[in-house]
């Protein structure tokens, strides 16, 4: 694979595997965008189940990939938000979008639930509230990248959350506990996250 070594690529499988069994992405729901040892950035196509990546679910940002079957794949929709993160935070290795439970119904609680529990996240390396904005959207992806200059996670309206790591574990371990948090905001709430 092009711009990705093999133990690049074990890393990234194991990770998204540990994704996938935590319960952090289900089906096809959620993306990854890793920059690898050649300085590129690469993200997982439209589609990838991340439980289960394989090579071919890895596309080069700097265009779309021919598959072996001979179908062309496009990007993710959140491909542009794993470029413009990536660009605004040069210590980032991997930026991930996660549709995990607790913090996905947290996006859709809005801003003023997450607010009044901003002390269970405040461990998190900054936890961000991002307005709504259409999925692959340059908009967006502007937000995003804005709003995860300062913080590591952002937690987007009424879709989920999007955070990024020094690599692809770090990036895990950070999802992990974000989920955690949030399902204890759930707890705390009697079951629905209001406050």
């Given at each position: 694979m092009s711009g990705m070594k093999p133990g690049e690529l074990l890393g990234l499988t194991a990770a998204c595997r540990r994704m996938y069994e935590s319960g952090l992405v289900t089906g096809a729901l959620g993306g990854v965008g890793v920059r690898v040892s050649s300085g590129d950035v690469m993200v997982s196509r439209a589609g990838s189940r991340l439980g289960f990546l394989q090579d071919t679910d890895m596309i080069l940002m700097n265009g779309v990939r021919q598959q072996p079957d001979g179908k062309r794949?496009?990007?993710?929709?959140?491909?542009?938000?794993?470029?413009?993160?990536?660009?605004?935070?040069?210590?980032?290795?991997?930026?991930?979008?996660?549709?995990?439970?607790?913090?996905?119904?947290?996006?859709?609680?809005?801003?003023?639930?997450?607010?009044?529990?901003?002390?269970?996240?405040?461990?998190?390396?900054?936890?961000?509230?991002?307005?709504?904005?259409?999925?692959?959207?340059?908009g967006l992806a502007g937000a995003v990248a804005e709003a995860l200059r300062d913080n590591r996670i952002a937690i987007v309206e009424g879709q989920g959350p999007v955070l990024w790591g020094i690599d692809i574990e770090d990036a895990v371990d950070q999802a992990e506990a974000l989920e955690a948090a949030a399902k204890v905001i759930f707890l705390l709430n009697g079951g629905n996250g209001a406050g």
């Open positions: 794949e496009g990007y993710t929709r959140d491909a542009g938000i794993f470029k413009a993160v990536l660009a605004v935070r040069k210590e980032a290795g991997s930026v991930i979008r996660i549709q995990s439970p607790y913090a996905t119904a947290l996006a859709h609680r809005g801003r003023k639930a997450m607010e009044k529990s901003q002390g269970l996240m405040e461990d998190l390396g900054g936890v961000v509230f991002v307005p709504f904005y259409r999925q692959g959207t340059a």
